[in-house]
């Protein structure tokens, strides 16, 4: 009860009051995620260049030892992280009041783990359930009118914003029964460092994934902070809107000026 | 006009209408996939990785609005430009771009891209739907391709947004950080693209 009045208490103050400091202009609206103010811009810079060390010297060797694993471990790794985040994905499906998608990823949830053996295998797609699309605190705040506040970013977690850093204090008050479960001791058979040990897999394999396509962006960069910083507010401006049409979050309105036939 | 008269003048628009959709539609996919094509058919030959670079700027020459991307990215900074700056930039950019482009691309070995649907959102713009098949080491990815159709004869790519993430904008929001660091001058961002072109 006092977890839930803690997190219905952050909710209401974010959603009143973060933009109390700022110029009211933080909000992600749905057309322009530009509108996120990078307010402490000079911190943010050092800390991305604090975590940028960090990566090439730990996430990313250690990702690219990741991926000469066989393919098969890479993605039973993958299929059983995803489930574990069925985990936070289902109450925010319920917080949005998307009943429907909740029950449908409790029946994956309840299939992966159990058939799936922990989740290794996604059993659940190949009978045919919907495709999983992850929901979190953050983007439950965002569906609720809560605006994004600063942009800001976190030593070793990287980029987030003020309400999706707030959304990740959730999970650890309460919000993930995986946390619940394992670092919070209420289970015999787990520890904290089950739960540690998830989320930097869950870090290497998002790095392992994208490990062309950030050398990439960052080989072809004037301002490789910058880049991070657009893809990542588009993406939560994407996630938060839940949709797929591409042209739902577009700002179409500078294209319509520009005549070059 | 009688109501005869306005009657057939109304389907007379609504052919020419649809018709005009259609060939935007149906064009603006067959012209992504084959510019893909021809992509991966550069990519995928025996080329040397200059010969390579070569043909993809060729390509992106021909097939992509590269004014029409300098100019989305320069954002409202583009009003305040004179039109010796202007120049300055339409030079710079392209270069940069082409480099960008084709630097980019020259690391992906035949690249396997399916074209599976678009959508008409107005009468000078389609986007087109494809994926580009996962490999071993990375996963299936979708990309959209916005195409500028306003001439049907002359269709252009003017933003790749790759798993819902554009790249016009992203670069957009580069170049905006660039001139918003260096006290709003544009010669900060001319500078830094002239610099990258001749990396």
Redesign the interface.
């Known amino acids: 009860m006092k977890k839930l009045l803690i997190t219905s208490f952050v909710a209401i103050m974010l959603a009143s009051n973060v933009n109390a400091g700022t110029d009211g202009e933080n909000d992600i609206s749905n057309k322009n995620p ?1 509108k996120v103010k990078d307010c402490f811009e000079s911190i943010n810079r050092a800390t991305f260049k604090f975590n940028h060390v960090l990566d090439n010297v730990i996430f990313e060797p250690v990702a690219k030892g990741y ?1 000469k694993l066989p ?1 098969p471990v890479r993605t039973g790794t993958s299929n059983v992280l995803t489930n574990l985040s069925s985990l936070i994905t289902i109450p925010n499906n319920v917080l949005q009041g998307d009943f429907k998608t909740a029950g449908i990823n409790t029946g994956r949830f309840a299939v992966n783990t159990t058939v799936g053996i922990l989740g290794i295998f996604d059993v659940a797609e190949k009978i045919g359930f919907s495709e999983y699309v992850k929901e979190d605190y953050g983007q439950t705040f965002g569906k609720w009118g809560v605006g994004a506040g600063c942009y800001v970013v976190l030593p070793v977690l990287g980029p987030s914003t003020v309400r999706d850093t707030f959304g990740s204090f959730v999970n650890v008050i309460g919000g993930d029964p995986w946390y619940n479960a394992s670092a919070n001791g209420n289970n015999h058979y787990l520890s904290d460092s089950d739960y540690v040990i998830t989320k930097v897999l869950g870090g290497v394999d998002f790095r392992a ?1 994208n ?3 950030l050398d ?1 962006l960052e ?5 490789f ?3 991070i ?3 990542y507010l ?2 939560r401006q ?1 996630k938060i809107s839940n949709s ?4 739902d ?2 700002d ?1 309105g ?3 000026e ?4 | 006009m009688s109501i005869k008269n306005i009657f057939s003048l109304l389907t007379f628009l609504i052919i020419i209408f649809s018709n005009v959709t259609k060939v935007h539609s149906i064009e603006a996919d067959v012209f992504i996939q084959s510019t893909v094509n021809r992509a991966a058919q550069t990519l995928g030959g025996n080329l040397t990785k200059e010969e390579r670079v070569e043909k993809l700027k060729d390509i992106a020459r021909e097939t992509v ?1 590269i ?2 991307i300098g ?2 990215s320069l ?1 409202s900074n583009r009003k305040n430009l004179t039109d010796d700056q202007l120049n300055e930039y339409k030079k710079v950019f392209s270069e940069y771009f082409l480099k ?1 482009f084709s ?2 691309l020259a ?1 992906y070995s035949n690249p396997e891209i399916e074209v599976n649907s678009k ?1 008409v ?1 107005n009468e ?2 389609t ?1 087109v739907s494809s994926t580009l098949a996962g490999t ?4 299936e990815v979708k990309i ?1 391709w ?1 195409v ?1 159709t ?2 049907p004869e ?1 269709l ?1 790519i ?1 933003d790749l ?1 790759i798993e ?3 790249l016009a ?2 670069q ?3 170049f ?3 001139i918003n ?1 260096n006290d709003g001058k544009i010669e900060a961002l001319l500078k ?2 002239s610099d ?1 072109a001749g990396k």
């Open positions: 530009g991926r393919s994934k490990l062309e396509s990439n080989k072809n960069s004037m301002d902070y910058a880049s910083r657009s893809l588009q993406d994407q797929k049409a591409v042209t979050t577009q179409d500078d294209w319509e520009i005549e070059t036939q | 609005d004014e029409g100019f989305y954002g960008s630097s980019r690391e959508k959102i000078n713009y986007i071993d080491s990375r996963p959209e916005r500028y306003k001439n002359n252009l003017r947004i819902g993430l554009s904008r992203t957009k929001e580069e905006s950080s660039i660091s830094n693209l990258f």
